[in-house]
């Protein structure tokens, strides 16, 4: 497979998600960062420091991201009770409630994605996407 092929993907994708190209997003007052972040963080506890090594910046970046989530009530950060240099980050009820509509407008949309591809090539899809995914998640790119 030519790489260049799945970088157009990459691509595709962070144009269709507008996180490129907008200060909007498809849910209403949070930045298409900020639904990065929310998604991201999902239903787990993170350390600040891991959540900034996921997202690829710095701690003191992240510090400014979540200030206006913590702010909104969507984000929760604490101090690690088992170590108190850590800050632990958490989505808040509120939080969870827009990982929701966020989870919810996403299937929507791809649903109807999908709607586009032969019946035959579904499945043979869904074991490709599956694959990627998860050598995805295992992946790191070096921010150089």
């Known amino acids: 497979m030519n790489p260049s092929l799945l970088g157009e993907l990459f691509n595709e ?14 849910i209403d007052d ?6 990065h972040i929310v998604m991201d963080i999902g239903t787990n506890v993170l350390r600040h420091g891991e959540l900034a090594g ?21 984000v929760d ?8 240099r ?3 980050i958490k989505l808040s009820y509120d939080g969870r409630s827009v990982l929701n509509k966020i989870h919810e407008k996403m299937n929507r949309g791809c649903a109807e994605l999908l709607k586009h591809v032969p019946e035959q090539q579904l499945k ?12 995805m998640r295992q992946f790191h790119f070096k921010h150089e």
């Open 13 to 26: 994708i962070l144009i269709k998600s507008t996180i490129l190209v907008s200060d909007k997003s498809f």
């Open 30 to 35: 949070l930045t298409p960062r900020q639904v």
């Open 54 to 74: 996921r997202l690829g910046v710095e701690p003191s970046t992240l510090t400014r991201t979540l200030d206006p989530l913590v702010k909104k009530g969507l």
């Open 77 to 84: 950060r604490q101090l690690n009770p088992d170590n108190r």
């Open 86 to 88: 850590e800050v632990l």
């Open 124 to 135: 043979p899809m869904e074991d490709s996407v599956t694959l990627l995914l998860t050598i």
